[in-house]
């Protein structure tokens, strides 16, 4: 059954979380954020539930593109469980909050911004990478044709030097400087960020108790999910949750968990967006391949997006990196697919059940 919910494209991806929200009574709002050949790329915002509730739940999916397929398979199998359950909290289902990057398989938006590093409030923030990253840049960005470089010796040589975690942390925490580079979080808040800030904010004036899942993948183990706290929560709202999801729950730490300490990122930001609410929130991280095969998946379709955009090419979506993209961040696996939207589901109804439990 959690197959069908798995579309080929961003469009009827699209189309079918619209037939699906509207058949469960929520209401649809679209926020154009780019466009591509004459269309506009909107994010969907789906909404329901009485809206002076004091409670809410949000659930994100597309924040990195192409990962938003796995989003949206959870989105939709969500979405027919509740066709035939009432609750007291708002409901919000945002799909594809990078809808250009879905539609063109990237993580990234049209302008190379990853949008979950991209949550930033302090414009002078915009600025700088790690020094770690700066030594790495030209591996990890390169700008040849890439035949004959020994991807898999050189990572192996760079985690030995540097250990994992410090090589994870260092590579994807995020980075201000190269724009065409991966991990680059933008100048500014993105147009994608300002769509869901600005949602959020008018939508949920009255919540004082918000709980929000923003589904990503690529890391940990295969078929597994991590919900991923931000470090810096306070103790109570990390507590609420781990009685909630056990050992499911990691603090995004490199030392203690698959993950690392973004700056920028999403749910980081919610406290500060939604900032008269208790936010409980986490990222749903789905592991696929090993973090080497994800690396490098990412590494050349950057490399190919970028060489094919500089000299106009069209047929960007038919090369090989797009299709190992897809692969390690939505692998093709019926087993895999199965596994995700039963536990896509189980954090959704278990965080709607804690959010409208807890005592205000
Ligand atoms: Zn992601």
Redesign the pocket.
Known sequence: MGLAYFHADFDVSRHAFQQAAIKSGFALTEVEVSQQAGQALTVCFAEAGDPSSDRAIVHISG??GV?GFVGSAIQLAVLDKLASKGSSARRIFVHALNPWGMKNLR?ANAENVDL?RNFIFSPQKFAGAPEAYKKLNSFLNPKGSGCCEFFLARALALIAWHGMPAMRQAVAGGQYEFEEGIFFGGRQLAAESRAIIAFLQEKLKRARLVGAIDV???LGQYGDDTLLVDAASNAADVEVLRERFKDRVSLSLPESSVAYVTSGGLTEGLPKILDRARVLAFVQ?FGTYSALKVLQAMRDENRWHHRARRAGQQLALRHSSKAQLLEVFCPADQEWRQKVVERGCSAYMGLEGLIQGVKL
């Open positions: 924040t990195h990962e993580k979950n990503h993948s690529g991280e």
